[in-house]
Nanobody, 124 residues
């Protein structure tokens, strides 16, 4: 599966952005999906994950209540709605797909396919 992330940009603190991840290739609904981010000088970290059906989700504590992950299996797209953005959310955001069984995955190594990343910059 090929993944194309989009929707990043520059936003003021407190603002919102919606990231999209368009998938092509194999059947999208076969994959659990996730979002990760990497800030300058830091390791890539888990942000959110969603199961193949969309019925289960998981978030890193720092984004709970502010970010919402969702998916449209008919449209082969994953989303990350980001509200109340903070400067510490500044990073390159990557979408990822896992072909493994199970529900949601928070480990980087559980994902088999990665998008190219989209930059989110939150100004104070």
């Amino acid at each position: 599966v090929q993944l194309q992330a989009s929707g990043g940009g520059l936003v003021q603190a407190g603002g919102s952005l919606r990231l999209s991840c368009a998938a092509s290739g194999r059947t999208f609904s076969r994959y659990a999906m996730g979002w990760f981010r990497q800030a300058p000088g830091k390791e890539r970290e888990f942000v959110a994950a969603i199961s193949r059906s969309g019925g289960s989700t998981s978030y890193v504590d720092s984004v709970k209540g502010r970010f919402t992950i969702s998916r449209d299996n008919a449209g082969n797209t994953e989303y990350l709605q980001m509200n109340s953005l903070k400067p510490e959310d500044t990073a390159v955001y990557y979408c990822a797909a896992s072909a493994r069984g199970g529900l949601v995955f928070i480990e980087h190594g559980s994902y088999d396919y990665w998008g190219q990343g989209t930059l989110v910059t939150v100004s104070s």
